[in-house]
């Protein structure tokens, strides 16, 4: 089924932002999503808008939303340093996720992601402006789950599984 969707004013910019953040808050990401795409319809290059979008798609990774969904958005995001900072973002909210729906290998790929989100972060570190060091904090962070919880690590070799065709 299709609808052709109503577009808001530009003068509610401000107003339906503010309504986002309020029901992201509130743990309703989708949503907080579907204002933010109404936001973007009337101002697509509205950055708060895109990293507010990006931030309620992360809060729907436990939920099974693809990490790739987050993604799409980085390059509509101006700066170096915020891309780096929130693809960062991105994979260790990704690698939480893993480590909440467990499975086989769920702390393996976990342990795969929150390299991913240090990687990205030490570049948001060496781009970041003076004085902000939140790039630093999530690195720790990042660190202190690894080193703290012993399954969240790469598979041996011994443990991966033969392909079915050897």
Not at 57 to 68: C, H, K, N, V, Y
Not at 71 to 88: H, S, T
Not at 116 to 127: I, V
């Amino acid at each position: 089924m299709h609808f052709d969707l109503k577009r808001i004013a530009v003068e509610s910019v401000a107003e339906a932002l503010a309504k986002a953040e309020r029901y992201r808050l509130l743990n309703e990401p989708s949503l907080a999503e579907s204002i933010c795409l109404d936001i973007l319809a009337v101002s697509p290059d509205n950055q708060e808008t895109v990293t507010l979008l990006l931030l309620a798609r992360t809060d729907q990774f436990a939920s099974g939303l693809a990490p790739e969904r987050a993604r799409e958005l980085l390059p509509r995001i101006q700066g170096d340093y915020e891309r780096a900072y929130y693809a960062g973002l991105i994979a260790e909210r990704s690698a939480h996720a893993q480590l909440r729906r467990g499975g086989p290998g769920g702390s393996a790929r976990a342990y795969h992601a929150f390299r991913e989100a240090m990687a990205s972060y030490e570049k948001a570190e060496r781009l970041r402006p003076a004085g902000n060091d939140d790039a630093i904090l999530r690195w720790n962070t990042c660190a202190r789950i690894i080193m703290r919880q012993a399954d969240v690590r790469p598979l041996a070799l011994e443990e991966v599984q033969p392909i079915l065709s050897e």
